[in-house]
């Protein structure tokens, strides 16, 4: 009788400590590591060429336009705001590649300094776009909702006016192989292509990121605003600049991210990046970062940036196999979403019980 209430016990501990490490925890990095390695071998096991080389140099190549994008809505779910702009900022940045790259080359700018000055101007342009949301939410005071929401209609509408009224915008084709090498070349070489350039732009993204949000004081002032504004701004926290530099941070990402994309696919359309704002929403989410903010590292981003495209890539060839419907992609990433806020709310609300049990 002695032996049983100890071993009942012990039973009910290592549930708990299996629940803490996978959803309630600091990080969701073990749940989104195991759950990255149950979809590989799901996909492995349902189509012919998932488990191979190529697969992952095309997952490789792909994701990195969402991780970038992810990195500044990182910063804005941390302050506990939201950026719904993102994709439009996006676009209308695709759209400008093409016309500074075709003004450049017009005035004989030499093709070495180019291809850098385009993605100069292309970081400039979402960055101005950010300077105006993060104007609009900390000095005037409309909701980050309705401000980027607005900046959204704006962007795609200038997209699409431009599109419509320079002619080289009709196709909006570059063909500068020196720009399209920005984000086509491949490490070691290009005889042993297996690096993709732009995974190595995203580490270096991240690498900073991480380091700002780690070890600065920028960094530690974030998660306090996000945290509990008011106990901040008691603190001294200049609450005003924390909010205005996130919405920046994310509208530069949104422009880096529309170079890349032009050069990526060697096309600046109005309609690029539409729909991505809830990708990145859904990655940002799913990696740990809380939508109530102050919560959340971009190690579980990384990662739920991974699987998602992993999902992607083994939804395409699960088409191939058995002719799953395109429209189920849309369907799993709706659902990932919900999950992702779920999971979130469900974080949040196990926290606060703890805390009451503390007190």
């Known amino acids: 009788m002695s032996n049983a209430a100890p071993i009942k016990e012990t039973g009910r501990m290592s549930k708990r400590t299996v629940a803490d490490v996978l959803f309630y925890g600091k990080s969701m990095v073990p749940a989104l590591t195991l759950l990255l390695v149950i979809l590989v071998l799901l ?123 320079f002619e080289i915008l009709k196709t909006g084709k570059i063909t500068d192989q020196a720009f399209l090498n920005l984000a086509r070349t491949y490490l070691p070489s290009a005889k042993t292509a297996i690096i993709p350039i732009t995974l190595v732009y995203l580490i270096v993204l991240y690498a900073v990121a991480i380091f700002i949000l780690k070890y600065t004081r920028y960094g530690r002032n974030v998660y306090a605003v996000g945290a509990n504004e008011y106990a901040a701004r008691l603190a001294g926290v200049n609450v005003r600049r924390i909010k205005f530099t996130s919405y920046v941070i994310s509208g530069a990402m949104a422009g880096l991210a529309g170079a890349i994309m032009v050069a990526q696919l060697s096309l600046g359309r109005d309609d690029a990046g539409l729909g991505i704002e809830l990708e990145v929403i859904t990655a940002v989410v799913l990696g740990g970062v809380s939508m109530a903010g102050g919560k959340g590292n971009l190690f579980g981003v990384i990662i739920a940036v991974v699987i998602l495209g992993v999902i992607r890539n083994g939804m395409v060839q699960l088409q191939a196999t058995i002719g799953l419907s395109y429209y189920w992609r849309e369907v799993v990433k709706g659902f990932i979403l919900i999950l992702a806020i779920s999971i979130d709310a469900a974080r949040i609300m196990a926290t606060k019980r703890r805390q009451i049990v503390r007190q």
């Open 43 to 165: 996909f492995s096991l349902f189509t012919k060429n998932f488990f191979t080389l190529g697969t992952f140099k095309a997952i490789a190549s792909n994701f990195p336009i969402i991780a970038i994008v992810s990195i500044g809505m990182t910063f804005v779910l941390l302050i506990g705001g939201l950026d719904i702009s993102v994709g439009s900022i996006l676009g209308f940045t695709a759209v400008n590649v093409v016309l500074f790259h075709d003004y450049f080359e017009r005035i004989g700018v030499p093709l070495v300094w180019l291809p850098w000055l385009v993605v100069l101007l292309s970081l400039g342009t979402g960055l101005v776009l950010g300077i105006i949301n993060g104007l609009i939410i900390t000095r005037v005071g409309i909701n980050p909702v309705i401000t980027t929401l607005g900046m959204m209609a704006l962007a795609r509408g200038m997209a699409s006016w431009f599109a419509l009224g």
